[in-house]
């Protein structure tokens, strides 16, 4: 119990200077970007196309700074009963037009009642959406993301099932590891973030995953009574 005491306070403390630095961080990079683009429309094509990679290395900067947010706050502050098909459907809702553009569909799998879990709709809400963000970004020409839920054994299970190009086994060791990714513009943080929030919600994580096959994410929770 004392070492996980002091885990704990390890990671608050890392947080707060994490979150201090990213809003610091933050302010002078909107204003660089907001000079940049002003100088755009005033210089000729070989000095737009510095500025365009000095804008898209902004962007990134951005993402990681917005992951390391999230990453900043990983303890559920707000708990309300939520049921879980309901908080499904909205949340893949949102991701319905984007999973269209890349030809993905998203479906929802769940006909059970009476799901409920206790949690904080907001970060389990990022953590749905960061996975099948993955799922979708795995699927190269057309496929889909299922999203199943169901009760067993007094916990809630979700499990997020991409049609996508999967994982090695080396790179299913790495998944969680800080800036581990295989993408171009990746932040190898959505993993990290998601795994934090997760535990800071009580849940269990895990990854199943077949190179050219797809992956299986599965979320346990404690069941919570409605
Ligand atoms: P990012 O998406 O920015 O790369 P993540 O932490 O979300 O960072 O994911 C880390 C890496 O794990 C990805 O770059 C990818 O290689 C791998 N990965 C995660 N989810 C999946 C998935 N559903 N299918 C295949 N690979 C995945
Ligand atoms: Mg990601």
Do not use: W
Not at 111 to 126: A, E, M
Not at 143 to 153: F, K, L, Q, S
Not at 156 to 182: C, H, R, V, Y
Not at 194 to 218: C, M, N, P
Request: proline content about 3%; aromatic content about 6%; overall charge negative.
């Amino acid at each position: 119990l004392k070492l996980e005491l002091e885990r704990s306070e390890k990671l608050k403390i890392v947080s707060q200077i994490a979150a201090s630095v990213a809003h610091e961080v933050r302010n002078p990079l909107t204003v660089v970007k907001g000079f940049l683009q002003l100088l755009q429309e005033s210089v000729d094509d070989k000095k737009k196309d510095y500025l365009k990679i000095a804008l898209a290395e902004l962007e990134r900067a951005e993402y990681i700074i917005t992951d390391y947010l999230n990453l900043a706050k990983p303890h559920a502050d707000q708990l309300e009963l939520v049921e879980v098909p309901t908080f499904l459907g909205s949340t893949l809702e949102i991701m319905n037009s984007y999973g269209l553009i890349q030809n993905v569909q998203i479906h929802l799998n769940c006909n059970q009642t009476d799901l409920y879990v206790r949690t904080d709709k907001p970060r389990l809400s990022q953590v749905i959406l960061n996975l099948i963000k993955n799922g979708v970004e795995a699927i190269p020409e057309t496929g889909e993301v299922t999203v199943n839920a169901y009760y067993r054994n007094e916990e809630i299970f979700i499990e997020i099932i991409d049609t996508g190009k999967g994982m090695s086994k080396e790179d299913l060791s790495q998944i969680g590891t800080a800036f581990f990714t295989t993408k171009d513009t990746g932040t190898g943080l959505g993993i990290l973030v998601t795994i934090r929030i997760i535990e800071a919600l009580h849940g269990k994580i895990s990854f199943e995953s077949e190179l050219g096959k797809g992956t299986k994410v599965t979320l346990r929770f404690p069941a919570a009574e409605s």
